[in-house]
């Protein structure tokens, strides 16, 4: 089977090629990616040499070089990971969002189609999406498959407004689709605008800590390495034209998170306990902040048989030995236009 999967330079796609490369030698694995400032190939070093693996560097926002790549290799299935996916960036600049998340979705669509029109046997379009398409929770209340959309920032629009294509392409044309919504992922090789990597990275540093608001929003946290896991179950043995909602029943307050995180670094950094969290600082709450994410993944474990594989205390703790056993990583991607965009985004809060 020949793969194309998208955005495989960035942190989750990076994890889904390593996964499916150790895990289907017999597949090949093309990795289409624009390597926007999220993207870095040095993600993948470990597999790059691989002779089933293949990298082209291309913006799905171009429809014509699609078709081309499309006609040209003839792929059977697309794993779809390529976006715009920091919600602060999109606030800043919601057309990215669109022309990368929507358009460069219906370009992608449109190419498959174009070479599996008349014969999807064994075909497959499979679109990674998110949690944040279904809005916020209150405080009780879990995300299941049904629960209606409901975006509230430019970047969960643009990915609702993706996943609704998606199931309109197998609704009209019959292409053979299938769709997952995640919670917040976390672990090695996550560009340091999120929360975990960006507070690691300040907390080595000693650089402040910037909560946003009252720090009470709550987030679903997922290993990357288990989000991986379920992309394969689900391409695998999910069926057509169905949605999974993919959760680490795992719920943090952030500044619980955030305090946890305090005590594992001072830790390892062997720092006075209390040091880390010295560096809290309260900033100007996010637009539109959604209060509260919690994933039901009961269909993916009932249905396919998927369940996390490790705690979150165990995963946090590799995530944090990761980015410290790879500094030279995070100063790379930290060097360069990361700083004009750490001033624009934190300036004044
Ligand atoms: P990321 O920002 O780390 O990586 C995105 C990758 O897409 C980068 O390599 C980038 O270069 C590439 N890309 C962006 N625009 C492109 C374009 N126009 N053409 C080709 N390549 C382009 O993102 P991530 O956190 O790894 O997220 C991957 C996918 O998973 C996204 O679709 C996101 O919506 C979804 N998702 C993320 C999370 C999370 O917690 N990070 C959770 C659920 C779903
Ligand atoms: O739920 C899945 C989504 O999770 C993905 O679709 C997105 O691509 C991914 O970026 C993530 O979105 P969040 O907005 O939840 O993640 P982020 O790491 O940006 O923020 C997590 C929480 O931490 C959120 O409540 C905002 C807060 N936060 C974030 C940053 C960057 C802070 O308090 N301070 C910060 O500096």
């Known amino acids: 089977m020949h793969i194309l999967i998208t955005g495989g330079a960035g942190f989750i796609g990076s994890h889904v090629i390593r996964h499916f490369l150790n895990s289907w030698p017999d597949y090949t694995i093309t990795n289409l990616d624009k390597l926007t400032y999220a993207g870095n190939l040095a993600n993948l070093s470990d597999v790059e040499s691989l002779p089933n693996y293949r990298f082209v560097k291309g913006d799905i926002a171009d429809g014509r070089f699609l078709l081309d790549l499309f006609g040209k290799y003839r792929f059977d299935a697309v794993i779809h990971l390529a976006a715009e996916s920091h919600v602060d960036r999109s606030i800043e600049n919601p057309s990215e969002f669109v022309v990368s998340n929507v358009l460069g979705t ?5 190419a498959a189609r174009s070479i599996w029109e ?40 643009s990915k609702a407004s993706s996943d609704h294509f998606v199931r309109a392409f197998h609704d009209t044309y019959g292409l053979p689709v299938i769709i997952s919504n995640c919670s917040n992922n976390y672990g090695s090789h996550q560009f340091p605008e999120k929360l975990i990597p960006l507070f690691i990275n300040n907390i080595r540093l000693r650089k402040p800590l910037p909560v946003y608001g009252k720090g009470l929003n709550v987030r679903d946290w997922l290993w990357v390495v288990d989000h991986g896991r379920a992309i394969d179950c689900i391409f695998h043995h999910g069926a057509e034209g169905e949605t999974y909602n993919i959760g680490g029943h795992n719920e943090w307050a952030n500044i619980d998170l955030i305090r946890l995180l305090c005590r594992i670094m001072d830790s390892k950094l062997g720092r006075e306990a209390g040091t880390s969290e010295a560096l809290i600082t309260w900033v100007t709450d996010r637009a539109g902040h959604d209060l509260r994410y919690a994933i039901d993944a009961s269909k993916l ?13 165990e995963g946090l703790e590799q995530t944090v030995d990761w980015y410290l056993e790879n500094q030279a990583w995070l100063d790379q991607v930290t060097s360069g236009q990361y700083q004009d965009y750490y001033e624009k985004m934190y300036a004044g809060r």
């Open 106 to 110: 219906v370009n992608l669509l449109v």
């Open 301 to 313: 474990q009932r249905d396919l048989g998927w369940v996390p594989s490790v705690t979150f205390e």
């Open 118 to 157: 008349g014969s999807c046997e064994g075909k497959r379009f499979y679109h990674v999406s998110t949690d944040e398409v279904y809005g916020s929770l209150g405080s009780d209340g879990m995300f299941s498959e049904s629960t209606p959309y409901d975006p509230h920032s430019p970047y969960s629009a």
